[in-house]
């Protein structure tokens, strides 16, 4: 395994400190920053606190940068460091109002007000008419936008951190090539299920103030009701909405099992991160299931010279 790296950088001084056996790395797709663990020996030399930044590297290949947020020490002269990147700022509340702006474009101003660094953002496209969101974390607000561009578009965009710098990107584009196996997962949980967010007949509702009527638009998948019975979801429509195609668009979503799998102790792969699609090929009670799916979380370990993760994955539904 290649060697793990951090450097933390106090003012002027950067610190490589001696780092226990014993580090992780953790990130999450849905509104949490990636969180950076590990312990370094106390000698006379360092000094570090909260709001210095860390670099992580594996070999030559840069993993993690962000900001130390908590420290917690042992008698044993030993220093815990927990770091987070810079998505940990969007955990800030606010209030925003804005109009015709796409995710896109809501990501660039929460980002330009707080003084957030951003690299590439993918184009969400939809136009989101009007949007008061009052004393709300940056991350609901964003994500918020997000969700409507999904329920909207029928597409699914992951905000991540990209050493140091906040990306914006479509999930079909973000399928990776490693390949979660028997041979490469120590042990794995798979479940199918209808009992979360699974629907087959969606009700969509308009308070229509120019005709003093209730508009009402229906997507429904009768085999599927006849086979689970009525799975239904329903929402108001805001205004600008295309009833019709967002009706079709959930059912489209969300009409189907969800599937999810969760993987111990599988060979680690820092490509592997939350919002990625890894291929999985598992044999699983004599049946085979080959099929990219999407990772939750992922947990990787870096200790006793190895490289380990714990991945959480879903499939067969946007979520």
Known sequence: MAKVKILIMNGKKIYEPLVCDNVQWVTE???????LTFEVIKDGDLNITEGNAVKMALGKK????????????????????????????????????????????????ICNDFGLRFGKLDDTKYIIKKKLEKNKTLFDIIQNALDDTMTNKNKIYVLYDKFGRIQLQELSTLKSNYVICNATAQDFNYESSIDGETYNKIKLTYDNTKTGKRDIYIAKDSKNINRWGVLQYHENLKDGENGKYKASQLLKAYDKKTLSLTVK???????????????????????KLKTHMLCEKVTHTFKDNEHTMDVKLVGGKFI
């Open 265 to 287: 102790g599988a060979v680690g792969d820092i490509s592997v991160r939350a919002g990625v699609s890894p291929i999985v090929m598992l044999t699983l009670s004599g049946s």
């Open 29 to 35: 797709r849905k509104n949490v920053p990636s969180k």
């Open 62 to 109: 840069k993993v993690f940068y962000g900001y130390i947020f908590k420290k917690t020490r042992s008698k044993e002269n030993k220093i815990k460091v927990t770091c987070y990147d810079q998505l940990r700022y969007l955990k800030n509340k606010d209030t925003y109002q804005y109009t015709n702006k796409t995710a896109t474009q809501v990501v660039k101003m």
